[in-house]
């Protein structure tokens, strides 16, 4: 990755009319009805803009929308990229740093996420609060990081406080239920063992997942306030495991992500 490559997908997205947009979201597996809140939206496919990756899961539509959301200009990126699927770090998080140079000041983050705390059911969100990186890797470790930013990054509070109180109130007010816990990021995109689930329960972890901490680095390397939430789609109890029906799945984040736009949508107008 150089400055020359980001320079000119940013321009790219500027010639489309991609104009000083405020807030970038990152829409998770089978979470994609945010897109349907965008007023005046203007698309750019992936495999259209220079230098980006292109998703490849079918859950993914790949592409960048611009547009306004509760009076703000908004990115929303509608497919992300995962390890799993052959990317490397760089990879995945290239689009946060092509929306941190089109002028985001906030970084929103969603993902679909099996429950490791007993307490949490599927159809539940979970404010991610902090998170453990089993990627194997940064997106960091590269040898001209310097150019982009520190490198050397403070991960003490890598989620917004700010940001996580307002959630709060919003889902307070809404009357919508919300878990706070610790994310665990893992490579894919085989599910987890028994005995995995068992460890990462030990380690601390309340959900478990196959992105969003790549995304989240890089953000706290450009110095961008991040918020991110978990749809909990299903339970991963290792004593009582059902065989995996991504179906299912799909249709639980389906059901649940009303409920999440209504959170984004709320903080976005308060921001």
């Known amino acids: 990755m150089t400055k020359k490559q980001l320079d000119e997908s940013v321009a790219y997205l500027k010639n489309k009319g991609f104009d000083d947009p405020e807030i970038g979201i990152v829409l998770g597996t089978g979470l994609g009805q945010l897109v349907n809140e965008i007023e005046d939206p203007i698309e750019a496919h992936y495999n259209q803009i220079p230098y980006f990756p292109l998703a490849t899961v079918e859950f993914h539509t790949g592409k960048l929308i611009y547009g306004t959301i509760a009076d703000k200009k908004v990115v929303v990126m509608q497919g992300r990229f995962h390890l799993y699927e052959g990317y490397d770090f760089l990879d995945v998080t290239y ?31 979970m404010l991610i ?7 194997g890797g940064s997106p960091l470790a590269f040898k001209n ?8 990054v403070d991960m003490m509070e890598p989620y917004d406080i700010g940001m996580r109180k307002k959630i709060e109130e919003i889902a307070k007010n809404e009357g919508i239920d919300i878990q706070k816990g610790v994310y665990v ?21 309340d959900a478990v997942g196959m ?4 995304e989240v680095i890089v953000a706290n390397h450009l110095k961008l306030p991040v918020m991110a939430v978990s749809v ?28 999440m736009v209504r959170l ?5 107008h308060q921001l």
Not at 211 to 214: C, E, I, K, L, M
Not at 264 to 268: D, G, S
């Open 95 to 125: 689009p946060v740093r092509v929306m941190n140079q089109l002028g985001i000041k906030k970084l929103f983050v969603s993902n679909a996420a099996g429950a490791l705390n007993l307490n949490f059911r599927k159809g539940e969100i």
């Open 129 to 135: 609060e902090d998170h453990i990186n089993l990627q």
């Open 145 to 152: 990081v310097a150019e982009f930013g520190d490198r050397f």
């Open 185 to 205: 990021s893992v490579v894919g995109p085989q599910l987890e063992t028994k005995a995995e689930y068992r460890m990462l329960k030990i380690m601390g972890a």
């Open 211 to 214: 992105s969003t901490v790549p």
């Open 232 to 259: 909990l789609t299903d339970e991963c109890d290792p004593d009582n495991l059902q065989p995996i029906n991504i179906q299912e799945i799909i249709e639980i984040a389906g059901k649940t992500e009303p409920k």
């Open 264 to 268: 984004f949508k709320e903080l976005i």
